[in-house]
């Protein structure tokens, strides 16, 4: 096979030499360190121990009442307690001086999942009375905030326990590869101005409205639209070069999905930087609904102990 006498093809050997720093593994996240389960896995794992909790309750093996179902109540219960460490941590000033953050947050999202489940196996998946009602759907109303929280947590920071990103950072990641990218597409010019234009619109911010929803979807579409018309029009320069220079199928093949990468990676990278307000703004408005859900948690399961205790 002849090498490729485009440069817009000769990406492998740059990009481990042109590596972002942004893309480079964080302290914790290398190679060889503890990696942590996944959230699909983590989910799974919840999904099958919550139908176990059916089970027990179809196959009445004890009931909330009893000796064993009180108890798995009372630890599920501590353990949403204990999500209150978290916040604490980042409050209380002799609190700071104790673990990593982002262990604190690991903690944090292991209790929102196993105090939740354990409450769950408590009730046998059977509400029976008022004040177990509002505590057990408030529970599923925190739980269900929480996995939303954590999904857009994902999008403003590095990786899921790292630092959060700055978007000057993404900007800056963004703008290196851009340059670069339009170089590589100078033989297709109506690509590279698609890609001008997809780029102007994208960082054009003027009235983006409260969270940007409008300009988030638009852009999502604009983008696989740019993707799609990009990608035929790349295809036909290079079948009209596979015609003219007489190359083997796998050599136009490979450059195909060379091309593919290149416009996937920089579009890719697009898409963050643009939405990064819109995700910041939704973390923000999430946290101001997310705590009231917290205390709301909180109250009723006082009152459903209380009220279990007295009569």
């Known amino acids: 096979m002849s090498s490729p006498a485009n440069p817009a093809f ?40 919550t139908a176990g909790a059916w089970v027990a309750g179809h196959f009445e093996l004890y009931t909330p009442g009893s000796d064993l179902g009180y108890y798995i109540g009372l630890v599920g219960s501590i353990l949403m307690a204990l999500l209150l460490l978290y916040p604490l941590r980042k409050r209380v000033q002799f609190l700071q001086r104790t673990g990593e953050l982002r262990n604190w947050f690991r903690l ?11 409450v769950i196996y408590h009730s046998t998946l ?50 290196l590869e851009g340059e670069s990218l339009k ?18 619109y994208a960082t054009d911010q003027t009235r983006p409205g409260l969270i940007g929803a409008r300009r988030f979807v638009a852009l999502t579409v604009r983008t696989r639209w740019v993707y799609w018309r990009s990608m035929r029009e790349v295809g036909r320069i290079l079948s009209r070069a596979a015609a003219e220079r007489s190359w083997p199928r796998a050599e136009r093949a490979h450059r195909v999905r060379v091309a593919r990468r290149i416009l996937k990676g920089y579009m890719r990278e697009l898409q ?15 946290h101001v609904l997310h705590v009231p859900f917290v205390f709301m948690l909180v109250f ?12």
């Not at 509400?127 to 929480?146: D, E, H, I, K, R």
């Open 10 to 49: 000769d990406v492998e050997r740059r990009a481990r030499v042109e590596r972002p720093a942004a893309e480079r593994p964080h302290q914790g996240e290398r190679r060889g360190g503890a990696r942590p389960l996944s959230a699909t896995a983590i989910w799974l794992v919840a999904l099958v121990l």
């Open 108 to 118: 944090h999202m292991f209790l929102g999942i196993a105090g939740p489940v354990l």
């Open 126 to 175: 059977k509400v029976v009375s008022l004040n177990a009602a509002v505590a057990f759907y408030s529970m599923l109303v925190v739980a269900g905030s929480g996995i939303i929280g954590r999904f857009i947590y994902t999008k403003i920071h590095h990786g899921l326990y790292g630092r959060q990103a700055t978007l000057r950072e993404r900007q800056e990641r963004l703008g």
């Open 183 to 200: 170089s590589k597409f100078h033989f297709a010019p109506r690509v590279e101005q698609r890609l001008k234009d997809l780029e102007a």
């Open 272 to 286: 963050e930087v643009a939405q990064f307000r819109t995700y910041e703004r939704l973390f923000s408005l999430w």
């Open 300 to 311: 009723s399961a006082i009152v459903h102990v209380v009220y279990v205790h007295m009569y």
